[in-house]
C-alpha cells in the first residue's frame, strides 16, 4: 500500500542511517577510541561499518565510510554524517526511479 510504502522510505532514508551513524561512528568511535589512536579509530570503524552490510556491498560502501568518518573526525560530531548519510540513501533510493523513468 502507499502508506507501507511511505514508511519504508522514511526508514531506509532517515531512521536507518541516523541509527548506523549513532552506533558506528558515536557508540563504536567511542569504544575504539580506547583500544586504538585517534588517527586509526576512523579507519577501524570505516571498516567495522562497511563490512557490516554484504560483501559485495562493503567494496562500494567502504570509501564512503571513510568520508562519514572524515566527517566525524573532523567535526568531532555524528550530525554531519547523519546528514550526508540521509542524503546518501535518499538519492539511492530516488536516483533509481528518476533513470527508469526517463527511460521509459
Known sequence: S???HMVFLFMVSFVVPAGEELIFRGLFWKLCQKLVSKNK???VVALLFAFSHPVESAIFLFPFSVYLSHLR???????AGIVAHVAFNTVGL??????NWVLT
Open 41 to 43: 579509530v576512523a579507519w
Open 94 to 99: 530516488i536516483f533509481p526511479s528518476v533513470i
Open 73 to 79: 573526525y573532523t567535526t568531532e560530531s555524528v550530525i
Open 2 to 4: 502507499f502508506i507501507e
